[in-house]
């Protein structure tokens, strides 16, 4: 397991930020997260800031997750240089194979790799499909897959909407108890027990969730089935395909 000063330099920084903006992160659950050894971390997706705040949970345990990114991302000057000193992952979105093993790797090295399993943003806040990954390097590695739930960021920066600058927004991480892979179980088995177990997580995070819209303008980040403008799942799984098909990505 290695340590990046760069990572904590950027997270100092982020930390930093957010203490300007007066964010209110509240973590809970952070003595999930193991203390040494590799781990999977499976999160859902926002936002565009979820990687700096998962990061940022993480360091209650004093640990630095490696992120599975984009690969375009390490392809520009600034972005690449900085994820790449940081430890994180590239990864092809028509390829994902070379990611895979470098995770492996990562993971073999004590490393915690940190896996966004929807792939790209939920547009109705809700729990998409998940993708096997996740599963697959907990299985594969007979390694804790950590669940993990963000709430409140997508009101700071998010897919189809400018970034706010609004000060005390309410931003809740919530890391679930790890799930061991069972002796009978598969990669389609675990990858349904982890979305189960988001779902769940996001309901609790909904439910105890600190702030409400401040009109009805302000209900476009409540999910559609509590009473938000958010597009329903099946609206919000169309958007996220025609978003992909315009890129030329491959949407399963």
Not at 9 to 27: D, K, P, W
Request: with cysteine.
């Amino acid at each position: 397991m290695r340590r990046s000063r760069v990572y904590e330099l950027v997270v100092v920084v982020l930390t930093g930020l957010f203490r300007l903006l007066g964010t209110r992160i509240t973590v809970l659950g952070a003595g999930h997260l193991p203390t040494r050894g590799g781990a999977v971390i499976a999160s859902n997706h926002i936002s565009y800031l979820d990687f700096a705040l998962v990061g940022h949970a993480a360091r209650a345990q004093d640990r630095q997750v490696r992120f599975m990114a984009k690969k375009s991302l390490f392809e520009r000057p600034v972005t690449g240089g900085l994820l790449r000193a940081m430890g994180h992952l590239p990864v092809d979105r028509w390829s994902g194979a070379g990611a895979y093993r470098q995770a492996r790797r990562a993971l073999g090295g004590g490393e915690i790799v940190g896996v966004f399993p929807e792939a790209t943003i939920s547009r109705s806040w809700r729990i998409k499909k998940l993708k096997p990954g996740a599963a697959a390097l907990s299985l594969n590695g007979d390694l804790p897959l950590v669940p993990c739930i963000l709430w409140g960021t997508h009101r700071l920066a998010t897919v189809d909407r400018r970034p706010s600058l609004r000060r005390g927004v309410a931003v809740t991480i919530i890391l679930g108890e790890p799930l061991l892979p069972r002796p009978d179980e598969g990669v389609p088995e675990l990858t349904t027990r982890l979305r189960e177990t988001m779902e769940r997580m996001l309901d609790e995070a909904i439910d105890t969730y600190p702030d409400a819209p401040r009109d009805d303008a302000d209900r476009w980040w409540v999910p559609h089935d509590r009473g938000g403008s958010a597009p329903d799942v099946e609206t919000g799984a169309a958007l996220d395909r025609e978003a992909l098909r315009r890129i030329g990505a491959p949407s399963d």
